[in-house]
């Protein structure tokens, strides 16, 4: 089936299931493309990136120590 | 100049294809009398290093022993954390004391962040070439 003739299908389809296509697709395309992400799933992001409090605690726990590698 | 050690990136899943590629480092970590080699995800946005709880027990860490609480944010803010101590290794470089935030998670990677793994590391990472450079920033050992 080509392109030209899913279109004017497509083009009948209810906004609900035009958004579900668009779904559809992109889903299609990461897999194929190997992007390891599925629509709806939840992804956890372990990376503390503002931790600043827990940051200085830390540094505060190594100066205590006498431990190297303090900031400057 | 310091002589550096190059790594390769390590994948996941090879059928996840270019996506599933991450930087993660061996390391020793020691404590007391114990010592065990992990893989350390190297995570130059997180502002600490973190270990997750089951790794600390491997290491003779009782978590009512360790007085000094850490508060950490995004997924990990759900649960306490404590300030450990270890004395981690990375070959060929001499050992260095590095501070982690003790989590009660076991999902979480042992992560090497900024306080204090990339403070006695400097990184060079090289992406299109799956791999990536570091090198202590004391003398070669």
Redesign the interface.
């Given at each position: 089936m080509s392109l030209a003739e899913i279109l004017p299908k497509l083009h009948e389809l209810d906004r609900t299931d035009k958004w579900r296509t668009v779904q559809f697709l992109i889903a299609e395309l990461a897999q194929e493309?190997?992007?390891?992400f599925t629509h709806g799933a939840t992804y956890?992001?372990?990376?503390?990136?503002?931790?600043?409090?827990?940051?200085a605690?830390?540094?505060q726990?190594?100066r205590e120590?006498g431990?190297?590698?303090?900031?400057s | 100049m310091k002589q550096a050690r190059r790594v390769s990136f390590s994948t996941i899943d090879p059928r996840?294809?270019?996506?599933?590629y991450r930087p993660m480092l061996s390391v020793r970590l020691a404590r007391q009398e114990r010592s065990i080699v992990v893989e350390g995800l190297l995570?130059t946005?997180?502002?600490?290093?973190?270990m997750p709880y089951h790794l600390g027990l491997a290491l003779g860490a009782r978590w009512e022993e360790q007085q000094?609480?850490?508060?950490?944010?995004?997924?990990?803010a759900q649960l306490e954390?404590r300030?450990l101590?270890v004395l981690a290794t990375v070959e060929p470089f001499a050992p260095?004391?590095q501070?982690?935030?003790w989590t009660q998670?076991t999902?979480?990677?042992l992560?090497l962040?900024?306080?204090?793994f990339f403070?006695?590391f400097d990184v060079c990472f090289f992406r299109s070439e799956l791999a990536f450079e570091i090198r202590s920033?004391r003398a070669f050992q």
């Open positions: 493309e190997g992007v390891p956890p992001i372990w990376s503390p990136y503002d931790s600043y409090e827990a940051a605690t830390l540094m726990v190594l120590e431990a190297p590698y303090e900031a | 996840l294809g270019d996506t599933s995570d946005g997180a502002t600490v290093n973190v000094v609480v850490v508060h950490l944010s995004g997924n990990l954390a300030a101590l260095v004391t501070a982690f935030a998670s999902d979480v990677p992560i962040g900024q306080v204090n403070q006695a920033i």
